[in-house]
C-alpha cells in the first residue's frame, strides 16, 4: 500500500490501482487462498486515500472472484478452485466421488419433505396427483468448498421418510435395494442466479453447469430426478468416445 501512495501520480483512478496492486499481491503470492486482507480502515489510512475508494476496490475484486466477502468476518482471498474430473461413464454418487479423491463430504440441507408433486415430477417420476414427491435438496460442499446445490425428486413410496437419508441418498436407496443402475444426465450452460450463487460462494451471474439426471432400477422403473447446478469453475466432465463399427 506503501507503493500505492507512491505511484498515486500516475493518472489512473485511485481504486483502479488499489485493485491492481492487490491483484499483483495474489499473482505473486505475497497473499494466498484463504489470507485476510486488512480492514478497509487500515488500508485507508496506509495508503492514505478514502475508505469509498477502498470500498470500490474491493468490491471490484469480490465480483471478480479474486476476493471474497464473509459477513462478521472480513475480507479474505478467493480459494483457488482445484478443478475436479468427473468420469460421464460411470453412475455413482456424489459421496463416491468425492471420497475417491480423498475430499472430505459434507451437505447443509435446503430442503427435505413430502410435497404434491409438481407436473414435472408427476410425468418424470410417473406419480398421480393424489401421491407424494419425496424432495431432497442439499448444498454440497467438498472439502469445505461448496460445489453443487443438488434437488432431487423421488416418489414418496421410495423414499417414505426423506429427513432419515443420512448423508448419502444413493447409500439410503441401496439399504432398501432401490440403488440405481443406469441414468441418463443432461448439462446444459447457466448462469447462476444470486441465491444459488450465494450458496455456492461466487459473484452472481458467473457461468455454471446444469444438471438433470433421470435414473431407473433394473426393472426400467423411473427412481431419481434431481436437478443440480454445479459451479463452472470447478468441474470438468470427461467422457470418452469410441469409434463404433
Ligand atoms: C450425484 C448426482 C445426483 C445424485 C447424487 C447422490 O451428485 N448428480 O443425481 O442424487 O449424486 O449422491 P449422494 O449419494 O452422495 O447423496
Redesign the pocket.
Known amino acids: 500500500f506503501a507503493m500505492l501512495k507512491e505511484s498515486s501520480q500516475s493518472g489512473a483512478p485511485l481504486y483502479l490501482q488499489l485493485r491492481r496492486s492487490i491483484e499483483e499481491a495474489v499473482n505473486r503470492g505475497l497473499i494466498g487462498p484463504g489470507d485476510a486482507l486488512p480492514s478497509e480502515r487500515d488500508i485507508a489510512s496506509k495508503a492514505d486515500i478514502s475508505r469509498v475508494t477502498v470500498r470500490k476496490a474491493v468490491q471490484d475484486l469480490v465480483k471478480g472472484g479474486i476476493l471474497v466477502q464473509r459477513h462478521g468476518s472480513g475480507t479474505f482471498v478467493a480459494p483457488r478452485m482445484e478443478r475436479v474430473e468427473q468420469s460421464l461413464s460411470r453412475l455413482?454418487?456424489?459421496?463416491?466421488?468425492m471420497a475417491r479423491r480423498g475430499m472430505n463430504?459434507r451437505s447443509v440441507w435446503l430442503d427435505r419433505g413430502l410435497y404434491a408433486p409438481s407436473p414435472d415430477e408427476m410425468m418424470v417420476l410417473g406419480l398421480s396427483s393424489t401421491e407424494l414427491v419425496a424432495r431432497v435438496a442439499?448444498l454440497?460442499i467438498a472439502n469445505d468448498t461448496p460445489l453443487?446445490i443438488?434437488r432431487?425428486a423421488l416418489s414418496a413410496s421410495v423414499l417414505p421418510d426423506p429427513e432419515a437419508i443420512g448423508?448419502?441418498?444413493?447409500?439410503a436407496l441401496g439399504m432398501t435395494g432401490n440403488r440405481p443402475v443406469r441414468a441418463v444426465q443432461r448439462i446444459s450452460a447457466t448462469n447462476l442466479g444470486d441465491a444459488d450463487a450465494r450458496l455456492l460462494e461466487v459473484p452472481p451471474g458467473v457461468a455454471g453447469l446444469q444438471?438433470e439426471?433421470i435414473?431407473y432400477l433394473a426393472s426400467g422403473k423411473v427412481i431419481?430426478f434431481?436437478r443440480?447446478v454445479y459451479r463452472g469453475d470447478a468441474y470438468d466432465f470427461v467422457a470418452e468416445l469410441r469409434l463404433t463399427g
Open positions: 455413482t454418487s456424489f459421496t463416491e466421488d463430504v442439499r454440497r453443487a443438488e432431487a448423508s448419502s441418498l444413493y447409500a444438471i439426471r435414473s431419481e434431481t443440480s
